[in-house]
């Protein structure tokens, strides 16, 4: 929505091809993107037969972006690299980190939480213990 945007286009375009949508996202949009967007990066895939391409902006036109070795593709603009992973086009850090999505990470977040919990409920537990063995040998854990 460049009118929102004072008129501002994208730096990155990533479109998603379909039968009805991909010779024109490869021919037509890609050469609108090149010569009246003036987008950087421009990046296409498909999400059935994985097909994934990406071209940066150079003297104003696209040149293939070469992947790397793990099939990637460099996005000077995002400065992130997007590849397949799990048939899914996803994004990875500059180190090679997958990039969590919102539901990933709120998972995760979740999933170290409950590990965070079943760790202070052990040694909740192995207090417990540690105390009545104590009174046990008549030596009061309150008092040390």
């Known amino acids: 929505m460049v009118w929102q945007e004072e008129g501002k286009y994208p730096n990155v375009i990533i479109e998603i091809l379909s039968d009805t949508t991909a010779k024109i996202d490869r021919e037509e949009k890609k050469q609108i993107y090149q010569d009246t967007f003036r987008t950087p990066d421009y990046f296409w895939f498909d999400p059935v037969s994985l097909e994934f391409q990406g071209f940066t902006l150079i003297r104003g036109r696209y040149q293939p972006i070469e992947p790397n070795e793990q099939g990637w593709l460099w996005s000077e603009s995002l400065g992130l690299y997007l590849g397949i992973h ?5 994004y990875f850090s500059a180190d090679g980190q997958l990039i969590l999505t919102p539901e990933e990470a709120s998972i995760e977040a979740e999933n170290r939480a409950n590990e965070a ?6 040694e909740r537990e192995k207090a417990k213990k540690l105390a009545a063995k104590l009174r046990e040998l008549g030596i009061n854990p309150d008092d040390i």
């Open 117 to 122: 919990e079943n760790r202070a409920n052990q």
């Open 86 to 90: 799990e048939t899914k086009l996803r």
